[in-house]
């Protein structure tokens, strides 16, 4: 199970400054970055910010107008954040697909430019450098949601956006998701929501069967696909 947050903002604002230092107060999780750009990217170069992402993270995805760096084509981000298994991925850029996919964000200023980019899911504005970082990172695992990819399932007692808002605003726990129940279940391609009761069921079934088979003791993940004959 993943959880995302996004940073957003104007060019030389500080966001890969920022994402750097988050990873480096985030201790014991796996986390992915994934940066967007409209200019080639130079992931060597000891002096770039993308090759500062490179080192820290556990995975870094690059993508530019020309590609996608491990993937040939480019991908919309709910593309990107399904071929990940990670704790914590954090977007930076996308602007757009993280206000399709209602994905909580971090906006970075400087001297108030960009200000406008705010939105209902914005958890907070820097503005010219200036941060305590252990309350951003506070923030960024509060508020991270797990991707719902829009299924407005209804089970929160809101839609992916209304629940993502509220989210913002630190009115509900991002656990309230019934995507954060662990279980992943896809038919036919569609993720179906299931609630934490049926959830339950499934996975305390599922692990008492792989259980009885030799040399499946204490599985952290199991994946089971099942196709028609």
Known sequence: MIRVIGVIGRKDTGKTGLIANILKNLN??????????????????????????????????????KGSAFYYDRMHLKDILAKLDCDLVIVEGFKEDLIELNIPKILVTEGGRGAELKDNQ???????????????????????IVPSYNLNCGHCGYNCKGFANLLALGEVKWNKCVMSTG????????TIPVNPFVSDVIKNTIKGIVGTLKGTENPETISIKIEKK
């Open 28 to 65: 014991g999780m796996s986390v992915a970055t994934v940066k967007n750009s409209h200019m080639d990217i130079d992931v060597d170069s000891q002096n770039t910010d993308s090759y500062k992402l490179k080192q820290l993270a556990d995975t870094s995805i690059f993508v530019t107008n």
């Open 122 to 144: 914005t958890i907070m504005v820097i503005d010219d450098f200036k941060y305590d970082i252990d309350e951003v990172t506070a923030q960024v695992l509060e508020k991270a």
């Open 183 to 190: 279980l992943k279940l896809i038919v036919d391609g569609k």
